[in-house]
């Protein structure tokens, strides 16, 4: 089993709807969730974190962990046509300092 | 600051030429990494560093050679290219404090084709 998966998409939806992107995740040790946005060619952009279970929110985005089910959720509230990226989740490694396992990234289109 | 830059942005290699990518950082961060970016791949670890003067394998090492001789650069190496090294190629830096992980920056990538 891989360590951190998701549902690679393409995910399309109009302006003004909710998203919902996951990721699961096998090993669980990992403490410390990253959601990343990536636009296409561009690097990867740190989008939120979030650390144990709960939500965590920031504007229009919330940032949920169930660790009994080893489930991290990305909610986006009024999507936007610029919120158009590939989302990446991404619990930190823990061999390599801080380096990150990355999901292989759910794409996301938003249509006017 | 501009952050991580990367150098070059595009380059074209025929099989078996060698090349270098730079990437540098002005954060002074301690950990640098290189990772390589393939479709329905995702982002996979090549080489990370933590600190001036160490370097260390990550999940696709194989064909790549790296060097941190400055803080503030980290060098990536293919010494002989082949067609499965192209890729877009991301390189990222990062803190830590207190044992907790902090946030990557990533460069804006280098795509490369190998002929």
């Known amino acids: 089993q891989k360590e951190v998966e998701q549902d690679p998409g393409p995910l399309s939806v109009p302006e003004g709807a909710i998203v919902s992107l996951n990721c699961t995740y096998s090993n669980s040790a990992f403490q410390y969730f990253m959601w990343y946005r990536q636009y296409s060619r561009k690097g990867p952009e740190l989008l939120m974190y979030?650390?144990?279970?709960g939500n965590k929110e920031d504007g229009r985005f919330t940032a949920q962990v169930d660790k009994s089910s080893k489930y991290i959720s990305l909610f986006i509230r009024d999507s936007q046509p610029s919120d158009s990226a590939t989302y990446l989740c991404?619990?930190?490694?823990?061999?390599?300092?801080?380096?990150?396992?990355f999901g292989k990234g759910t794409t996301l289109s938003v249509s006017s | 600051n501009a952050g991580v830059t990367q150098t070059p942005k595009f380059r074209v290699l025929k099989t078996g030429q060698s090349m270098t990518l730079l990437c540098a950082q002005d954060m002074n961060h301690e950990y640098m990494y290189w990772y390589r970016q393939d479709p329905g791949m995702g982002l996979r670890l090549i080489h990370y560093s933590v600190g001036e003067g160490t370097t260390a394998k990550g999940e696709v090492p194989d064909g790549y050679n790296v060097s941190r001789l400055k803080k503030q650069n980290f060098l990536l190496g293919l010494e002989s290219a082949a067609p499965s090294q192209t890729s877009v190629y991301f390189c990222?830096?990062?803190?830590?404090?207190?044992?907790?992980?902090?946030?990557?920056?990533f460069g804006p990538g280098t795509r490369l084709t190998v002929t």
């Open positions: 990222a830096s990062s803190y830590t404090a207190g044992g907790q992980p902090y946030e990557q920056y």
């Open positions: 991404a619990p930190p490694r823990e061999q390599a300092g801080t380096a990150l396992i």
């Open positions: 979030t650390y144990s279970s």
